[in-house]
């Protein structure tokens, strides 16, 4: 095997990655060196290339191989493994976890205070290899392209922030149909829900939305979206809101118009404080509150497995976008627009020129 490898890495604290040189990872005891074939882009990866205000405050490591979203061939493990052997297909679960603190001995390992994230804390997966703990290797059925493989992670995000509440036969809101809330979208309505409304003020993505099922697409910035929502909903709100997106009015009008005695779901992170009004909102309305981080470990998993071999996904139409590694800059552009699903930079295929 060479010694060197190319990586897209994040060398100094400012906009941008670049394409380097680097060794091979030298991996553990209990590690397995992966090669890498798909490593998909996410939104983390956009904030660290823009170097943003999250991201100066997040990343303590430069230079780091940048990425977490991957599918890839073990090529090496290491003497104290022995849950995958070389030549499986694995993706990663990206939260390394401690296994020893309150959480991890709970089954609560998806919120372990002592995370680790793949591409963020340690490098990632933006590499022709990368080492991973073989605990947080996921097997993967070798039929499925690598493509839809490296989505899984993103996709467990979805199918939690989904799952945490009953939406079988329920009216579900996703606000903001970026990659994962078009993720989720696909989600509620596998599992049932009666109707799903998509939110967002980015026609490209309502439109794929409305693509792969969405019932109700609604651009926020061109109506009373609280008013919508409740003439379609004969004035009682949804069931259950799917917020992704962060943004402070955005959620506030997903309190106004969820129904008494619903449930909301939080994955979008917001970048500035918000003010809610707790007690109309929330106390007198009698919701529920749910704050989703990653994936529970390793429930979210089998039930992404379960959904993608259900064949009720549309994975060709989330992933929009295939492109060589050596695009990464086209694949954050077009991140930063709004106008793609999800990109998968490939690693195991040659470069062409369409």
Known sequence: ????????????????????????????????????????????????????????????????TMGHELAGEVVKIGSRVNTVKIGDIVSAETHVVCNECEFCLTGRAHICKNTSVLGVDRDGAFAQYVAIPAANAWKNDPSVPPEYLSIQEPLGNAVHTVLAQDVIGKTVAVVGVGPIGIMAVDVAKAVGASRVFAIDVNEYRLNLAKKIGADVCLNALNQDLVQQILDFTDGSGVDVVCEMSGNGIALNQAFDYLKLGGHISILGVPTKKIEIDVANHIVFKGITIHGITGRKMYETWYQVKGLIQ????????????????TEYQKAMELMESGNCGKIVLMFNQEKTND
């Open 310 to 325: 259900s064949g009720k996904l549309h994975l060709k139409d989330i992933v929009t976008h295939k492109l060589h590694y």
């Open 1 to 64: 095997m060479d010694t060197k490898m190319i990586s897209l890495s994040k060398i100094e604290p400012k906009k941008g990655m670049e394409l380097i040189t680097k060794d091979i990872p030298t991996i553990k005891d209990d590690e397995i060196l992966v090669k890498v074939l798909a490593a998909s882009v996410c939104g983390t990866d956009v904030h660290i290339y823009t170097w943003d205000n999250w991201a100066q405050n997040r990343i303590k490591n430069i230079p780091q």
